[in-house]
T-cell receptor, first 113, second 113 residues
Framework: GAVVSQHPSWVICKSGTSVKIECRSLDFQATTMFWYRQFPKQSLMLMATSNEGSKATYEQGVEKDKFLINHASLTLSTLTVTSAHPEDSSFYIC?????????FGPGTRLTVL | AQTVTQSQPEMSVQEAETVTLSCTYDTSESNYYLFWYKQPPSRQMILVIRQEAYKQQNATENRFSVNFQKAAKSFSLKISDSQLGDTAMYFCAFMKGTYKYIFGTGTRLKVLA
């Protein structure tokens, strides 16, 4: 149990375009989901906390207008990277909270050309 | 503010041997959770073990066990009978309240054949 999926697993886009990443909890409902960014050989950096039916809470330094988060249902949260630039290239990971434990998706590799 | 420290950036162990990864944390809270996650080359974050601070008994999961020393604020992970599949990055994490994790910087473990 406690499976989280992410789609797509990898995406390549042109600079200036927007990209949407989906995070789904497959076998449980998640009121709270999280979005992380991970640079090579580094730890996970929390970007925002996503709560179903309310606005996301962004960490300091994360541009909320650039990284749009929507958590419209108890099983789906989306992260949209708007007007992507090469510096947004990274590995993005979501997680969903279940019983005070986070279960992670497999991640999405974003490359912006 | 809570902090989590993993002082061993890299470690190696021979197959079938035992290895211990260290983690210390700083908090003034009395009730909280501690976790160990494994991130293999696939980059999927996998929950290894979870400890609730109010429980004195150390958590175990098959070959994985922890040594939780609340007064010393120490939470080490012991891997017994190491297997090649244990090769991964291991992250220690602290959680209190808002479900946000504080991650350590990780320990890269390599199991040698």
């Amino acid at each position: 149990g406690a499976v989280v999926s992410q789609h797509p697993s990898w995406v390549i886009c042109k600079s200036g375009t927007s990209v949407k990443i989906e995070c789904r909890s497959l076998d449980f409902q998640a009121t709270t989901m999280f979005w992380y960014r991970q640079f090579p050989k580094q730890s996970l950096m929390l970007m925002a906390t996503s709560n179903e039916g309310s606005k996301a809470t962004y960490e300091q330094g994360v541009e909320k207008d650039k990284f749009l988060i929507n958590h419209a249902s108890l099983t789906l949260s989306t992260l949209t990277v708007t007007s992507a630039h090469p510096e947004d290239s990274s590995f993005y990971i979501c997680s969903a909270d279940r019983a005070d434990t986070q279960y992670f998706g497999p991640g999405t590799r974003l490359t912006v050309l | 503010a809570q902090t989590v420290t993993q002082s061993q950036p890299e470690m190696s162990v021979q197959e079938a041997e035992t290895v211990t990864l260290s983690c210390t944390y700083d908090t003034s809270e009395s009730n909280y959770y501690l976790f160990w996650y494994k991130q293999p080359p696939s980059r999927q974050m996998i929950l290894v073990i979870r400890q609730e601070a109010y429980k004195q008994q150390n958590a175990t999961e098959n070959r994985f066990s922890v040594n939780f020393q609340k007064a010393a604020k120490s939470f080490s992970l012991k891997i017994s009978d190491s297997q090649l599949g244990d090769t991964a990055m291991y992250f220690c994490a602290f959680m209190k309240g808002t479900y946000k994790y504080i991650f350590g910087t990780g320990t890269r473990l390599k199991v040698l054949a």
